[in-house]
């Protein structure tokens, strides 16, 4: 029998505060997107008449706490009812409660926010995002596992997988103690997502500007959707489908369409 055990969530004490491990991958996630951004700015923009080197590095505040607001007040809109019973925990993300689709909307606003103070191309800051972002998504999905959220459904024959403690079981599985580690699945596809985006950057970077946030839309589309089918703890459900399988097919085909709207637009150039 192969079981991962349900971890301890605190990283350690400060003055008898907790300090949850989930925050500290977040911290670690985050930084790592940064620099990684950071990065592929620097080598897609250095040929640029607008290119600032570290440009990242000098609006990282900004683009952070944008994209943080945008990640806790898209799951508070998922959860209203909650929320508007216990306002004073919408400040309260030590333990959770970030969606990835709020963090990219915040961040691109963020950068759409740099693009207009520094005069530098809004797709050229946006495919910094889109460049790096598989990356901390795939270090903070294990703050899901700290957290003994973003699970899926019980495995067949009880033999294996992830161990979730009865107080985070969802109603209808209280009978079971081992599911899917649907947050493993994501992080080992977004390392894959990661490998494909820096080819992107590495080939098409410099050329087509933001090509690699149109390509990051559908490919991180595919994987959240394919993976939300197994979860049983999604934010919101319309009917029986949930919100993020939604918010993923909108997001495919912006991205699909983006896409298009860029090889057209080459061919017209090169004409």
């Given at each position: 029998m192969f079981v991962i055990p349900a971890p301890n969530p605190v990283a350690f004490n400060v003055f008898d505060i907790p300090v949850y491990k989930y925050g500290v991958v977040m911290a670690v996630a985050i930084f790592v997107a940064m620099v990684l951004a950071n990065y592929f700015y620097n080598i897609s923009n250095s040929e640029e008449k607008s290119f600032r080197k570290d440009l990242i590095y000098e609006y990282a505040p900004l683009i952070i706490i944008a994209?943080?607001?945008?990640?806790?007040?898209?799951?508070?809109?998922?959860?209203?009812?909650?929320?508007?019973?216990?306002?004073?925990?919408?400040?309260?993300?030590?333990?959770?409660?970030?969606?990835?689709?709020?963090?990219?909307?915040?961040?691109?606003?963020?950068?759409?926010?740099?693009?207009?103070?520094?005069?530098?191309?809004?797709?050229?800051?946006?495919?910094?995002?889109?460049?790096?972002?598989?990356?901390?998504?795939?270090?903070?999905?294990?703050?899901?596992y700290f957290n003994s959220e973003a699970f899926g459904?019980?495995?067949?024959?009880?033999?294996?997988?992830?161990?979730?403690?009865?107080?985070?079981?969802?109603?209808?599985?209280?009978?079971?103690?081992?599911?899917?580690?649907?947050?493993?699945?994501?992080?080992?596809?977004?390392?894959?997502?990661?490998?494909?985006?820096?080819?992107?950057?590495?080939?098409f970077g410099k050329t087509h500007k933001g090509m690699t946030f149109f390509v990051y839309l559908m490919l991180y589309s595919v994987i959240r959707f394919c993976v939300e089918q197994i979860r049983v703890d999604s934010a919101l459900n319309v009917g029986i489908v949930p919100i993020a399988q939604i918010v993923s097919v909108i997001m495919f085909f912006t991205g699909m369409c983006g896409v298009i709207w860029l090889l057209i637009r080459s061919k017209q150039c090169y004409r």
């Open positions: 994209g943080i607001l945008g990640a806790r007040l898209y799951f508070c809109l998922l959860n209203p009812h909650y929320y508007l019973t216990h306002v004073i925990e919408i400040l309260d993300i030590r333990q959770g409660g970030l969606s990835i689709h709020g963090a990219i909307l915040g961040g691109a606003l963020g950068l759409w926010f740099v693009s207009k103070r520094t005069k530098v191309p809004f797709l050229a800051t946006i495919d910094t995002l889109a460049g790096s972002i598989f990356a901390g998504q795939a270090i903070g999905r294990w703050g899901n459904v019980p495995v067949a024959g009880q033999n294996w997988g992830l161990f979730i403690p009865e107080a985070s079981r969802p109603v209808q599985y209280m009978d079971f103690t081992l599911f899917h580690p649907a947050f493993l699945y994501e992080s080992c596809l977004d390392i894959l997502g990661f490998a494909i985006m820096f080819l992107v950057v590495k080939n």
